[in-house]
């Protein structure tokens, strides 16, 4: 099993720059793809950013290239996103999710999930 605690959320105002953390117990994750997840009051939970078990590869969602950057430490069980330039339509809670599979932004394939953590950004 491995459980998965998110943190860093908070409110910030249109432009300003946050970074989640993603802090990994009970089995090491360094074998698994970290996704970043965000789902928004009513609206279905969207892919955010992926990151390879070894780092080298990323994917993101289209509404935050250039934006988000994921990046993680293996040695500390850690995945960070850090967001910049930060929009009111980034506003949502998001989770961060552990998966044996590559890259993927499905949502199912991903077998561990923390609670989340609320990001809002205010206009």
């Known amino acids: 099993q491995v459980q998965l605690v998110e943190s860093g959320g908070g409110l910030v105002q249109a432009g300003d720059s946050l970074r989640l953390s993603c802090a990994a117990s009970?089995?090491?994750?360094?074998?698994?793809?970290i996704g970043w997840f965000r789902q928004a009051p009513g609206k279905e939970r969207q892919f955010v950013a992926g990151i390879w078990w070894s780092g080298g590869s990323a994917r993101y969602a289209d509404s935050v290239t250039g934006r988000f950057t994921i990046s993680r430490d293996n040695a500390k069980n850690t995945v960070y996103l850090q967001m910049n330039s930060l929009k009111p339509e980034d506003t949502a809670v998001y989770y961060c999710?552990?998966?044996?599979?590559?890259?993927?932004?499905?949502?199912?394939?991903?077998?561990?999930w923390g609670q989340g953590t609320q990001v809002t950004v205010s206009s």
């Open positions: 999710a552990a998966g044996r599979t590559y890259l993927t932004g499905i949502a199912a394939d991903y077998a561990y």
């Open positions: 009970g089995r090491t994750i360094s074998s698994y793809t």
